[in-house]
């Protein structure tokens, strides 16, 4: 469940020439913003430093088919490869991947050197977003930005005990970014994730040139595809208004180069991708949520989610559990507790998120541990947040480790809002 809020005004940066136009455009498309973020989308999006992305042919900058507000429904079948891509007529949607890499030794390959006695271990996420601009609904100008597209990446290095994070925000069309409709297949400027092959055999290759590392990675689905909630509809609030349309590709096998610090580093890892959108995501009483997503070590895919109120009680909680060869098994609200058992308070914030938690799903007592405490990301330059999230251990009750992944942690800064 990444984050996604209404854009920061970052600081103006000057454009090269052959961007006038698009800045040109941006400028006039800011007229349709809501007016506290039109001088932030004027400056982020006309002040470009990176060389723009080739626009897919059928571009989401485009006006919805009708002014009607969408639903999500439960019943409503998902379709692949369709539903692989972008949904524009909804507000919000991303497509969010996570995961552990390690460095390859020289037994592993031929075509790059060891880089070092023994292998090197990063945590990475990489997500697009994708928002629906409601104020530009009505316009009937070619220059109307009817949608932005939002990207985040990180990397913890584990060796340095460090997280890195890069972002990037822009209007979809002009070259800038775009989200296909009918597969994935998403540019933001130098950033690209794009899905291939048939609907049951999915390869993703993603290009990420952030500004302290590079990842050139590919993914390889290893197991069917997770319809999450009751098949693919994931309610997100007392009310089922809140939900959204929600699938997750577990257990997918990554491999590619990791460049940072003048070295390109072989690497191979698991990874974890959820593709999610919907209208109206967050009951009014939710401040924010605590999510996992754990590829363990038999196969078994993890998913567990609450959204907590303002005093940090439960308001909404789900999740699913499969395990090689079964069905999927979703939780009820009830069957999910997090019992947060130690923190750390980022000394850039102040904020206090727990990083190791008691999780209790279905009858069964796990531990989720924060493989590094210090994973804050702050996304004020481009989705307005700040959150943490980063790599984790999955414990069973006798505190082995049995399985790798993600948690991420919001509103313990200030409420989110989607």
């Not at 990842?215 to 997100?236: C, D, H, N, V």
């Not at 993890?302 to 303002?310: C, D, E, G, M």
Request: aromatic share 10%; proline share 7%; glycine share 8%.
């Amino acid at each position: 469940m990444p984050v996604n809020k209404r854009p920061h005004t970052p600081p103006l940066r000057a454009p090269r020439r052959r961007e006038l136009l698009a800045l040109t455009s941006a400028w006039g498309a800011a007229l349709y913003l809501p007016p506290c973020a039109q001088a932030g989308v004027a400056e982020k999006l006309g002040g470009a430093d990176e060389a723009g992305a080739p626009r897919p042919s059928n571009s989401i900058n485009r006006k919805p088919a009708s002014s009607d507000t969408p639903v999500i429904r439960p019943g409503q079948p998902l379709r692949f490869p369709q539903d692989f891509g972008a949904h524009p007529a909804y507000r919000t949607e991303w497509w969010y991947l996570t995961g552990q890499l390690q460095t390859q030794t020289q037994s592993q390959t031929q075509t790059q050197p060891a880089s070092s006695a023994s292998p090197q271990t990063f945590g990475f996420q990489i997500t697009f977003f994708r928002t629906r601009v409601d104020a530009a609904r009505t316009s009937h100008s070619a220059f109307a930005t009817h949608q932005l597209v939002f990207a985040h990446a990180a990397l913890s290095d584990l060796q340095q005990g460090r997280l890195l994070h890069d972002q990037r925000i822009a209007r979809a069309g002009f070259e800038l970014a775009d989200a296909a409709s009918g597969d994935t297949r998403i540019t933001l400027r130098d950033w690209q994730l794009q899905r291939s092959g048939p609907a049951t055999q999915s390869r993703y290759t993603s290009h990420v040139a952030a500004r302290d590392f590079t990842l050139e990675l590919a993914f390889t689905q290893t197991q069917p595809l997770l319809l999450q909630g009751q098949a693919g509809f994931s309610r997100k609030g007392p009310r089922p208004v809140n939900a959204s349309h929600y699938y997750s590709q577990p257990h997918l096998a990554v491999q590619g180069e990791l460049k940072r610090q003048g070295r390109t580093l072989a690497v191979q890892g698991k990874a974890w991708l959820d593709h999610e959108w919907g209208e109206t995501l967050l009951d009014p009483a939710a401040v924010g949520w605590d999510w996992i997503g754990m590829n363990l070590h038999d196969g078994s895919a993890l998913t567990a989610f609450r959204l907590r109120r303002q005093d940090g009680s439960t308001l909404w909680a789900g999740g699913s559990l499969r395990r090689p060869g079964q069905a999927t098994r979703p939780f009820q609200p009830e069957e999910v507790r997090f019992t947060p058992l130690r923190s750390w308070t980022s000394p850039a914030t102040a904020a206090r998120y727990p990083v190791q938690w008691q999780l209790d799903v279905a009858g069964t007592r796990y531990q989720v541990k924060a493989r590094l405490d210090n994973q804050e990301l702050d996304s004020r330059q481009s989705t307005g947040g700040v959150y943490w999230e980063g790599l984790s251990e999955l414990l069973d009750a006798q505190g082995r480790v049995i399985g790798q992944g993600y948690l991420e942690m919001t509103g313990y800064v200030a409420p989110m809002a989607l």
